[in-house]
């Protein structure tokens, strides 16, 4: 995306894992959905925990829009992360979960459309408890991608959807996050999420 500003900054940062350290480098355009891949334990996570505000770096400088992040508490960012482990309230229904996070009211038009996009209609009235692992994914999903942050950070979000499941969620996300102006990075081991979703894919090594 050429003709974009660079969005998102991370330079020379340094985060120490394992008492080892990892080193990270990119910029990120505005409105660009971009792939994070590498081995395991090359620091995929860590890299979308930090930008989040929940790990914090030893050395080195995060920028959205030219502002500072690492001064900024995770709430304050403008981020919304995924988590791998869905990041849903047990105690609260589905359509409660998915309501959570707006300043003012939800969009509920967008959250049931993305709803019936993802099957999870029929889920509303239930607590994540009673879903199933790919239930949970694609509730969060929705809630992620329909937050006010510009920018989303999404954590293997399809690993536990099956084929058919996953394609729809592959598309809505992608067409979600044009549609609104997202800027996205996904960390996947999937090439077909790369080739299908994101505008590039880069290589942590």
């Known amino acids: 995306m050429p003709d974009t500003p660079c969005a ?10 394992d008492n080892r350290p990892l080193h990270y480098q990119l ?3 505005a409105g660009e959905i971009v792939a994070i891949q590498g081995r395991s334990g090359v620091g995929k996570s860590t890299l979308l925990s930090a930008i989040a505000g929940f790990v ?4 080195g400088e995060i920028l959205w829009q030219g502002q500072l992040l690492l001064a900024l508490p995770a709430n304050q960012r403008p981020v919304a992360m995924l988590f791998q482990d869905h990041n849903l309230f047990e105690h609260l229904s589905v359509k409660t979960n998915l309501q959570l996070g707006f300043d003012g009211p939800a969009p509920m038009q967008a959250l049931a459309e993305g709803c019936a996009a993802l099957q999870v209609s029929e889920l509303l009235h239930k607590t994540p408890a009673q879903l199933s692992g790919g239930q949970r994914q694609r509730v969060a999903i929705i809630r992620t991608l329909l937050r006010p942050e510009p920018l989303i950070l999404l954590d293997e979000p399809f690993a536990e959807l099956d084929p058919a499941t996953r394609q729809q969620a592959v598309n809505w996300v992608g067409n979600t996050a044009r549609a609104t102006g997202k800027t996205l990075l996904l960390v996947t081991h999937q090439q077909d999420d790369v080739t299908q979703l994101a505008d590039r894919a880069l290589m942590l090594g």
């Open 8 to 17: 998102l900054e991370v330079n020379q940062l340094v985060i120490t894992r």
């Open 27 to 29: 910029h990120i355009h």
């Open 56 to 59: 914090t770096p030893q050395q």
